[in-house]
Nanobody, 126 residues
Framework: QVQLVESGGGLVQAGGSLRLSCAAS????????MGWFRQAPGKERDFVAA?????????DYADSVKGRFTISKDNAKNTVYLQMNSLKPEDTAVYYC??????????????????WGQGTQVTVSS
């Protein structure tokens, strides 16, 4: 079992920054890939970013956030982060972190992630 708890969401003006954190407990943290997804009202849950379980050097980003968001992880703290810069109103959503216990490559498919956090709200005002 893996438990994931997100934090760091809030209200920010366009152009501002936020850093989301996702604290994991349970199974050894460096044995699963991690991802961030987001879901705006009335929309599907979309992929945001992913990071590999071992080195943390393999990452992937949705085109909409590339160059503005950075995913990272600290295995010693069992925590994955999403640094979000140059935020836009269209970034407004509930952000979820997720864990993929498979040993394959990082990917963007929500169905392939085994555990999810409860989500944290990010609201960007114009």
């Amino acid at each position: 079992q893996v438990q994931l708890v997100e934090s760091g969401g809030g209200l920010v003006q366009a152009g501002g920054s936020l850093r989301l954190s996702c604290a994991a407990s349970g199974r050894t943290f460096n044995s699963y890939n991690m991802g961030w997804f987001r879901q705006a009202p009335g929309k599907e849950r979309d992929f945001v970013a992913a990071i590999d379980w071992w080195s943390g050097l393999n990452t992937d980003y949705a085109d909409s956030v590339k160059g503005r968001f950075t995913i990272s992880k600290d295995n010693a703290k069992n925590t994955v982060y999403l640094q979000m810069n140059s935020l836009k109103p269209e970034d407004t959503a509930v952000y979820y972190c997720a864990a993929d216990l498979g040993s394959g490559s990082i990917h963007r498919l929500a169905l392939g992630y085994d555990y999810w956090g409860q989500g944290t709200q990010v609201t960007v005002s114009s």
